[in-house]
Every structure is written in C-alpha cells, then in structure tokens.
C-alpha cells in the first residue's frame, strides 16, 4: 500500500511515534511517507491524520482512498481539542479511543475500532501520552491489517465538544487542595503549559516531577 502519514506541527509530541508507525509500516513492505504540511499529501491508498491542528478540506481528503484519524474519546462523545485531558481532568481513567474516518464535518466520520486506554491514576502528562502514541500505533496497525474486511460504524449517540485548552485553563485555585487538584497537576505540559496561580498581583508557575525521575 502507498501510505502517507501526516503530523502538521514539527514540534508535536507524536513525532516519534509517527516515525516509529513510519518504521514498522516500511518493515511491512509498504511505501510511506511521513510529512508535516499538507501540500506534500500525494494520491495514495492511505492518509494516517495523526496528531493534527488543522482540518484537512475535501481537495486533500480526496487524495486517499482512505483517510484516518485517531481521536482520544468515544465519538461523538468529546468531539474536538485535547479530549485525554479534559476526560482526566472530569476524573476519568478510562479513556475510550476511537479510529475513524475523516469527513468534512469535525470529528463525524464513521468509525472502525474503539480501544480502551486505561490509567492507574498516578500518570503525569508524559506518561499518559506514552501510552496513548503506543495505542494509536497499535490501533493504526490493526487497522492496516484488516482493511480489506474491516467494517464501518456509523457514529451514534450524544455529541459532545471539548474547547480548545489555553493559558486560562492551567490556572490554580489557591483556594483549593493539592488533593482536590491533583488531576489538574497530571495534565499539566510542565514544558509547554504548566500550572500556575496568581497571589499579590504575582504569577507563580509549578512544575509537578515523580520522585524516580
């Protein structure tokens, strides 16, 4: 199969797990391509969607026989931005993961498989995407394996949408305890949105580590 796999920001946390798919897929006998822009998406069998900010329009989707996308919630439940944290943060550690279809509408397309990723409830942000780029590996694989007799699902039942996160969703209520925030902590990206709280017209920032490392 002639495969492309798209990742459109260069400094996403999927990158080597990208590569890695890029690895194995090429051990497997098929040609692959891993691309950041989406002028270079060529006419293919298969786009893999993985980790991307940007909608791809119908004049790319169109390249590829199939168009794939792994999203971290049981669509149409979590449709939209950073749904593995927000689930944490609602007190989740079963996440449901969904491959599916990419569509013009927004996360609507049919799905294939739906995996569980489970948390013990002690992983930082770190460890919870380890898990995560190693589950979408697999599911992305399982998928190739079985494309010939692999049957899609139509999405059913209530939609829901999460907002994208932004500097105001890493703040900290003083107010409240480490204990009561502490899923606050594990989704917190220590190196590119870490948390903070304000006190005296001053920001504080806070960077949670495990003792081991």
Request: with cysteine; glycine share 6%.
């Amino acid at each position: 199969m002639k495969i492309t796999i798209i990742t459109d920001d260069i400094k996403s946390w999927f990158i080597p797990y990208g590569k890695e798919l890029e690895k194995i897929l090429k051990s497997r006998g098929h040609e692959v391509k891993y691309i950041n822009n989406k002028m270079d998406i060529e006419s293919g069998d298969l786009c893999l969607i993985m980790s991307c900010l940007r909608i791809l329009n119908d004049s790319y989707l169109e390249l590829n026989k199939n168009n794939i996308v792994v999203h971290a919630s049981d669509l149409p439940a979590g449709k939209g931005f950073s749904p593995m944290q927000w689930q944490v943060l609602e007190g989740n550690d079963e996440i449901m993961i969904t491959l599916f279809e990419a569509v013009k509408e927004f996360d609507a397309g049919p799905y294939y498989l739906k995996e569980k990723l489970q948390f013990n409830g002690t992983e930082l942000y770190y460890e919870m995407r380890e898990k995560l780029g190693e589950k979408m590996i697999g599911m992305c694989l399982e998928y190739i394996d079985n494309i010939k007799t692999i049957v899609p699902v139509n999405q059913e039942g209530t939609e829901t949408f999460y907002e994208r996160r932004t500097v105001k969703h890493d703040e900290l209520d003083i107010k409240k305890s480490i204990e009561d925030q502490i899923n606050h902590f594990r989704v917190a990206d220590n190196v590119n949105h870490p948390v903070y709280f304000n006190y005296k017209n001053t920001k504080y920032i806070l960077k949670i580590y495990k003792a081991e490392d």
